[in-house]
Nanobody, 121 residues
Framework: VQLQASGGGLMQAGGSLRLSCEAS????????MAWFRQAPGKEREFVSG???????NYANSVKGRFSISRDYALKRAYLQMNSLEPGDTAVYYC????????????????WGQGTQVTVSS
């Protein structure tokens, strides 16, 4: 399975971006998907996840601002990011195929290459 993340960019605080993660392979619908992010000098952290049956989870820092979804036909997962804040600046990674807790890096088998999101104040 290969994951291709896209949609990052430079945005002013208060703006919106939508990240996309396209997956290859036939078994996409059986994978839990997630987004993590890593800011400079910090550890990679969980942002949001969606299970294969559509159950969603969010980090407290993004609840009410970010929304995760998936399109089974297109084999894509999306992260809609609204009301962006400078603290959201990070490289965002998509991940797939979970076998542990939804917010743990170690739980996911496949990772995309990351897309940079920069939010200016």
């Amino acid at each position: 399975v290969q994951l291709q993340a896209s949609g990052g960019g430079l945005m002013q605080a208060g703006g919106s971006l939508r990240l996309s993660c396209e997956a290859s392979g036939r078994t996409f619908r059986w994978y839990d998907m997630a987004w993590f992010r890593q800011a400079p000098g910090k550890e990679r952290e969980f942002v949001s996840g969606v299970t294969r049956d559509g159950t969603t989870n969010y980090a407290n820092s993004v609840k009410g601002r970010f929304s995760i979804s998936r399109d089974y036909a297109l084999k894509r997962a999306y992260l809609q990011m609204n009301s962006l804040e400078p603290g959201d600046t990070a490289v965002y990674y998509c991940a797939a195929d979970r076998s542990g807790t939804y917010d743990s890096i170690q739980s996911y088998r496949y990772w995309g290459q990351g897309t940079q999101v920069t939010v200016s104040s």
